[in-house]
C-alpha cells in the first residue's frame, strides 16, 4: 500500500486538519461583506434564540462567478464561513431546522 505525505491528504505537522491559511488575513469579495459580517457576530446572533431570522436575511452571492475566478484560499474562507452559518441555522434555536 502506498502511502503518501500529509500534504496529499490535506494535513500537515503544524496545523494538522487546520487550513494551512489564516483564514482572517483573506478577504472576500464585496459581494461577501454581509455573509462576513454575519459570520463575525455569529454568537450574538445565536443569543437572540432568532439566529433563523437574521440569517434569511443574508444574500446570496453569485457562488458560480466566485468560484470560477476564487483562489483556493478564497474558497477555504468562504466553506468556514458558510460552514458555520450552516451550522448555527440548523442547530441553533430550539429545535432543528428541517428547511431544506
Known sequence: MLLH????????????FLSQHEIDEIALPPAFAEIEAAAAILPDLLTTGRVRHWLDKLPIPD???FIAGASHAECVVALVRYSFLTQAYVWGEGAPSHRT
Open 5 to 16: 505525505d500529509l500534504a496529499h491528504y490535506g494535513l500537515s505537522a503544524d496545523r494538522g
Open 63 to 65: 457562488i458560480h462567478g
